[in-house]
């Protein structure tokens, strides 16, 4: 059985974060260890509180795991602070050199209440991002990381430049919080642009789409997919659990985390 290990905050609504990432590795078949980082206080109409575990706890887990039972992909989500994020890096790249990492840069909740504050997206920049096979920022997150909004072909050429500059060699720019009838996701890789386009689906319950497309594609990456491959199938299960997504919530719902056959 392959091995994924992801460093996320808690969602008590079991829509986002790490609860997502488990029942989307679940739904792959891949046997997933966690390192929590925040537990929030949170629904389907947005976060109203957060704790962030001391860093040396978060450490802690990250060697326990790694040292036993290990990993084969590696994804990390919330992280909250700039300690928080130089311990991830620097933990990592002494304990799970080779080992493919995606990069969900968690800053904005899908209700709007903030993540990472702004001297840890400097530290991110400086030390997760090039160590990570795989970025997915969604379009705010990308014009915070680059200081370019990705919404036409020129912008999103010049945002990939910024990330190469950043020292990333592939970005997944996620295209839900645009506008119009097509929801256009597009991977950056080698150079080449590949686009992944679907009919918008007419719906409130996207709740942890983007905690479960970065995780299913490090799900892929465990079991060996090239890149491409991977997200490819990722973005086709994001799509398969919004439309399963059970309807539960008076705000933005949980998706359906599917099994695959």
Known sequence: MKRLFVIAGSDSSGGAGIQADLKTAQGFGVYA?????????????????????????????????????GADAIKTGMLGSAAMTQMVADTLAEHAPGIPLVVDPVMVAKGGSSLLD?????????TLLPMAVLVTPNLPEAEALTGILPVSEHRLRNAAMVFKLLGCNAVLFKGGHGEGATVRDTLWCDGEFTDFEVPRQATMHTHGTGCTLATAIACGLAQGRALPDAVAR?????????????????????LGHITLS
């Open 118 to 126: 702004d001297d840890a997206i400097v530290v991110l920049k400086k």
């Open 33 to 69: 260890q966690t390192a929590i980082t925040a537990v929030t206080v949170q629904n389907t109409l947005g976060v109203t509180g957060a704790h962030i575990v001391p860093v040396d706890v978060v450490r802690d887990q990250i060697i326990a795991c790694l040292s036993d039972i």
């Open 234 to 254: 990722a973005h086709a299960y994001v799509q398969a659990a919004i439309k399963a997504a059970p309807g539960l919530g008076k705000g933005h719902g949980p």
